[in-house]
Nanobody, 125 residues
Framework: QVQLVESGGGLVQAGGSLRLSCAAS????????MGWFRQAPGKEREFVAR????????YYADSVKGRFTLSRDNGKNTVYLQMNSLKPEDTAVYFC??????????????????WGQGTQVTVSS
């Protein structure tokens, strides 16, 4: 029902910034959350941040608090993840995903229904 496309990844030096975008199309839930996850080689998919599309409420993993910021553009059906003060440990493929807001909130990737293809973020030291 929903198609998600991430973009904005790239190669940056430590301390640099990137802004990731996740554009949604197709049929969407009337109330839903958009989550960001990341996965590095050899590691499990890790929760990064989420935003309630309707209320704007955000939540961040401890590892990115103070450095990453979520925002949304309802007119463009797009959510943005502004990443500042990037560290080498932020290197991963970043994915966006959706879940209906009526579902009990969870950090697990398994709780999300639709996923984008991912965008690579590489931070050099």
């Amino acid at each position: 029902q929903v198609q998600l496309v991430e973009s904005g990844g790239g190669l940056v030096q430590a301390g640099g910034s990137l802004r990731l975008s996740c554009a949604a199309s197709g049929r969407t839930f009337s109330s839903y959350r958009m989550g960001w996850f990341r996965q590095a080689p050899g590691k499990e998919r890790e929760f990064v941040a989420r935003i309630n599309w309707n209320t704007g409420t955000t939540y961040y993993a401890d590892s990115v608090k103070g450095r990453f910021t979520l925002s949304r553009d309802n007119g463009k059906n797009t959510v943005y993840l502004q990443m500042n003060s990037l560290k080498p440990e932020d290197t991963a493929v970043y994915f966006c995903a959706t879940q209906p807001a009526r579902r009990t909130v969870a950090l697990s990737a398994a709780a999300y229904d639709y996923w984008g293809q991912g965008t690579q973020v590489t931070v050099s030291s």
